[in-house]
């Protein structure tokens, strides 16, 4: 996924819509918030089986919210210049040292210590 074509994308639909002016961090953190509760909504009254298996009316508004935030966090991140891909990598490393796989796997356990 060539993340500069979609920041591009998004950034000529936002400046077409003079947009700008209201996409500040907040803005943009508060708006990515609202789209993830969205998709919460989805999945709220599921049973663990059943949010396995979406009905094809859920899934297509799945599909539309995980865009959403995908649009709203990206572009966040052009607007705090966080290169999301570099931003991502440091982070897996992190998660790699704190969550070790010999203490980790099978377990679900958030902080897990040595």
């Given at each position: 996924?060539?993340?500069n074509h979609y920041k591009d994308k998004i950034q000529k639909f936002a400046d077409e819509r003079n947009w700008e002016q209201f996409h500040t961090p907040k803005n943009l953190a508060m708006a990515l918030s609202g789209e993830v509760g969205e998709l919460t909504?989805?999945?709220q009254w599921l049973s663990e089986e059943?949010?396995?298996n979406l009905s094809d009316k859920d899934l297509q508004s799945a599909k539309e919210e995980i865009a959403d935030i995908f649009i709203y966090l990206l572009r966040l991140s052009t607007k705090l210049n966080i290169d999301l891909e570099e931003a991502v990598n440091e982070k897996?490393?992190?998660n790699a040292t704190k969550y070790p796989v010999d203490l980790?796997?099978?377990n679900a356990v958030k902080y897990n210590k040595r």
């Open positions: 996924m060539d993340l909504e989805i999945f059943e949010s396995k897996l490393e992190i980790a796997k099978d």
